[in-house]
């Protein structure tokens, strides 16, 4: 620390973040004021990690998980704060984290203060990188500063934390939000971030019915269906919406109805996991010809299958976290990625069609996402709505 502030001045770093999460050290407490005497004899203000080890008063407290916000929402938090519990870009699922951010209260308050300082949206790719231009698209990261950078310049309340993780019914407040930013959304993709590969489109309209999560074998006519909205569909957090245990492999189902002009044939982002980019926990790849964690998609009751061979099938099957274990060394490929995929070829015929898909648990996953979106993509690579597809 002395070396480094000896060359880099005060002007050009005023805040030294020390980290200290997932730091076990004796005497932490004595550590972390050493760390902070140091800081300070050279005119410097410290950022620390929370939840990480305990730091005094004057430290600026960059605030990671969710749960740990709860402090701050009771005004008894000593810190001043910078948040960072809207989400890692490296978790979740890229569709879903756009509405998540666009909802979140940053800070947790309408407006600024002496101890909410702004936020910083991380993204930490703990496995191995070997083509770094590729971190931005696999995790999101161009479509995700839109929302986020929209919330803490404007600031506002959001909605409560609870409500977050899943896109607000129709015609509420929240919902005509999302909804108009979105347009937003696809005229920067469009122009301004041409170039950056951002693989999202337009999605918070799409309606769905989804039944609640039950045993694995369950007959579909016996399940209770609900309403759910979004291209990425968390069957998790609609569990947990309607009380639902989670057991280690369940079944379920979602289903919308598709509106065409003519006999046609649409391409769809189609994908039954979301594989943290922090760890290599998954089902893998799919069966040559079958999709991951064995799903299935039917369009007018004819199932639809990848539209193209796997390079890798059946492999980086991994049902427990990775971190710090060989396979975090793997770089993760675009197959195991439905919005990097090529999309489906789902054959529609004029008027309307029925799309069903069956979304199984197989193991005990962190996440439950499912995702189908009818997609655009030109013979640049470059992504948009498709159009002429209507929902109900």
Same mark, same amino acid.
């Given at each position: ?177 999302? +909804? ?20 999202? +489109? ?41 009380? +639902? ?148």
């Amino acid at each position: 620390m002395e070396e480094f502030f000896n060359e880099i001045s005060k002007a050009d770093c005023p805040i030294i973040h020390i980290g200290s999460d997932e730091i076990h050290i004796d005497k932490p407490a004595e550590f972390i004021a050493f760390c902070e005497d140091i800081a300070q004899k050279h005119g410097r203000e410290v950022m620390v990690w929370d939840p990480g080890l305990p730091a005094s008063a004057k430290a600026i407290a960059q605030i990671w998980r969710e749960n740990q916000a709860e402090a701050v929402n009771t005004n008894a938090y000593v810190h001043r704060y910078v948040d960072s519990y809207m989400g890692y870009l490296n978790k979740g699922n890229p569709f879903t984290n756009v509405n998540k951010l666009l909802l979140h209260t940053p800070c947790g308050v309408a407006k600024a203060n002496d101890k909410a300082l702004g936020g910083i949206l991380c993204l930490w790719n703990d496995v191995r990188a070997d083509n770094k231009s590729l971190l931005f698209p696999h995790n999101g990261m161009p479509q995700a500063l839109l929302p986020f950078a929209e919330r803490f310049w404007h600031g506002g309340m959001g909605v409560a934390m609870s409500e977050e993780n899943v896109v607000p019914q129709p015609n509420s407040e929240w919902h005509k939000k999302l +909804v108009s930013f979105e347009k937003k959304m696809v005229y920067l993709r469009n122009n301004l971030l041409y170039d950056y590969d951002m693989r999202w +489109v337009a999605n918070a309209s799409q309606p769905w019915r989804v039944t609640l999560p039950t045993r694995r074998g369950a007959q579909k006519d016996s399940m209770k269906w609900v309403n759910a909205w979004g291209g990425v569909v968390n069957i998790m957090e609609v569990a947990k919406r309607h009380n +639902v245990k989670l057991l280690p492999t369940m079944d379920a189902w979602m289903e919308t109805e598709v509106h065409v002009d003519r006999d046609t044939v649409i391409t769809a982002w189609v994908g039954f996991e979301t594989t943290p980019r922090s760890s290599r926990i998954s089902d893998g790849i799919g069966y040559q010809g079958e999709w991951e964690s064995q799903g299935r998609l039917f369009a007018n009751g004819t199932e639809v299958f990848p539209s193209e061979p796997w390079k890798e099938p059946a492999k980086y099957r991994y049902h427990y976290q990775t971190w710090h274990q060989a396979p975090s060394e793997i770089p993760f490929t675009n197959e195991q990625f439905f919005w990097m995929r090529q999309p489906a070829k789902v054959k529609l015929k004029a008027g309307w069609n029925k799309i069903s898909l069956y979304c199984p648990r197989v193991f005990p996953n962190e996440s439950w996402f499912v995702a189908f979106i009818p997609v655009h993509i030109d013979n640049k690579g470059h992504v948009s709505e498709a159009q002429g597809v209507t929902f109900r």
